[in-house]
T-cell receptor, first 113, second 114 residues
Framework: GESVGLHLPTLSVQEGDNSIINCAYSNSASDYFIWYKQESGKGPQFIIDIRSNMDKRQGQRVTVLLNKTVKHLSLQIAATQPGDSAVYFC????????????FGKGTHLIIQP | DTGVSQDPRHKITKRGQNVTFRCDPISEHNRLYWYRQTLGQGPEFLTYFQNEAQLEKSRLLSDRFSAERPKGSFSTLEIQRTEQGDSAMYLCATPSTGGGNEQFFGPGTRLTVL
């Protein structure tokens, strides 16, 4: 079965507001997690990643939080812009360092003007 | 620019035909990954290469799927006797040049099987 999933399929936020996209994973042995953004007709675009020995990592306008106790991952986007509208996927590494990633189904983020 | 190009970008074929897709990393990477993405779903890992060696085959969807990376640079993914259920986006990914764990995806090949 699917080991990575998302709580909400669609999230609508006002432009300028902060958004939080959530993800649950089931493989407690996963050691690496990534967030991707995918716009229509394009391949997934890397946003930010985090190793399992961390609980928070910040990038430009984005923050990823990892809670290993409840196996939960979140992506926070600050001051959302129209260009943030896309589908967001969390993914976990299956193990071994060079294995493929397991993706969830995605959350569609809609930015309202 | 992710450093990965894929060709063709779109392919329409009739059921039963064979198709081949190509992935070209712009710079040299020892690892290369193939994924499939169906509508409304996240990418699904298929296989990956370490240089010329294909290290993971068990996730290929059926024996109709095969992949090669003959010189350790570009890679091809072939689907024989295509079925309508093969319609999907086929994505190629390579790791970062800095040696990190990130995977950077190409634009994908959209396959439609009629």
């Amino acid at each position: 079965g699917e080991s990575v999933g998302l709580h909400l399929p669609t999230l609508s936020v006002q432009e300028g507001d902060n958004s939080i996209i959530n993800c649950a994973y089931s493989n407690s042995a996963s050691d690496y997690f990534i967030w991707y953004k995918q716009e229509s007709g394009k391949g997934p675009q890397f946003i930010i990643d985090i190793r399992s020995n961390m609980d928070k990592r910040q990038g430009q306008r984005v923050t990823v939080l990892l809670n290993k106790t409840v196996k939960h991952l979140s992506l926070q986007i600050a001051a959302t812009q129209p260009g943030d509208s896309a589908v967001y996927f969390c993914a976990e590494r299956m193990g071994g360092g060079a294995d493929g990633l397991t993706f969830g189904k995605g959350t569609h983020l809609i930015i309202q003007p | 620019d992710t450093g990965v190009s894929q060709d063709p970008r779109h392919k329409i074929t009739k059921r039963g035909q064979n198709v081949t897709f190509r992935c070209d990393p712009i710079s040299e990477h020892n690892r290369l990954y193939w994924y499939r993405q169906t509508l409304g779903q996240g990418p699904e890992f298929l296989t990956y290469f370490q240089n010329e060696a294909q290290l993971e085959k068990s996730r290929l969807l059926s024996d109709r799927f095969s992949a090669e990376r003959p010189k350790g640079s570009f890679s091809t993914l072939e689907i024989q006797r295509t079925e309508q259920g093969d319609s999907a986006m086929y994505l190629c990914a390579t790791p970062s040049t800095g040696g990190g764990n990130e995977q950077f995806f190409g634009p994908g090949t959209r396959l439609t099987v009629l």
